[in-house]
């Protein structure tokens, strides 16, 4: 278990290993979204001596997790609330807690409830290769999961992007709102890699998928 700091005023914690933070990884920003928080942990332990230095904030959301729902104690999504100045207080203390580093790489873990098979976001003018998510692919295969395709959710007028092997380069808006864009679009981060793990699978798999995620897509950075 990581020795987290934790933020007084809206219960998020978080984890600094190494004093120039290289990585950043979060997860927990939806209340639903849960089950993979203790499998991250585990991999950071597992993976630490080969990552660079890292910042991982588990519980984006503390008040949308206690609740077990989306959105938070506020009734909003946490993220769609983000920008250089934000109102909402989870997603003030995450801006300033980002504020002095870029990170060449962010991972932002989901997990969405409708999937059995796996999909990613990249934000990046600098694609990841096809060969590197066809060996992603054959590597879920073994797990019995598979790239998913389709449009990621056509009823949120912010989302609606399709997705192709398992892969989605998303639209984004000028001055999006998600944590993701708007680090991306700020700068704070040079490549944001945002995967959803499968919901409907049994959690034990769901750390399996993750541990590919770190041996596919951050390991090989």
């Not at 912010?158 to 700020?186: A, H, I, M, T």
């Amino acid at each position: 278990m990581f020795d987290y700091k934790i933020i007084r005023a809206t219960g998020q914690k978080y984890y600094f290993s190494g004093k120039d933070p290289r990585l950043l990884i979060t997860s927990g920003i939806h209340g639903d979204e849960f089950e993979i928080i203790p499998a991250l942990e585990k991999l950071l332990q597992k993976y630490q001596s080969r990552l660079p230095g890292f910042l991982f904030i588990p519980e984006a959301s503390p008040s949308a997790l206690a609740a077990g729902r989306r959105k938070n104690s506020r009734g909003l999504d946490l993220n769609r609330c983000f920008s250089a100045k934000p109102k909402e207080p989870e997603a003030v203390e995450i801006v300033r807690l980002l504020k002095p580093y870029k990170f060449p790489l962010f991972v932002s873990f989901h997990e969405d409830a409708t999937q059995r098979d796996f999909y990613f976001y990249e934000y990046d003018h600098r694609r990841i290769s096809p060969d590197k998510i066809n060996q992603l692919g054959a590597d879920l295969r073994t797990l019995g999961i598979n790239l998913w395709e389709g449009i990621d959710d056509p009823h949120d007028p912010d989302l609606n992007n399709p997705v192709y092997n398992g892969y989605c380069y998303p639209r984004l808006k000028k001055n999006d709102v998600s944590l993701e864009g708007w680090v991306f679009q700020s700068k704070k981060a040079g490549k944001v890699i945002l995967p959803e793990i499968p919901g409907l699978i049994p959690k034990y798999q769901k750390a399996k998928v993750a541990d590919l995620v770190f041996r596919r897509l951050i390991l090989d950075f």
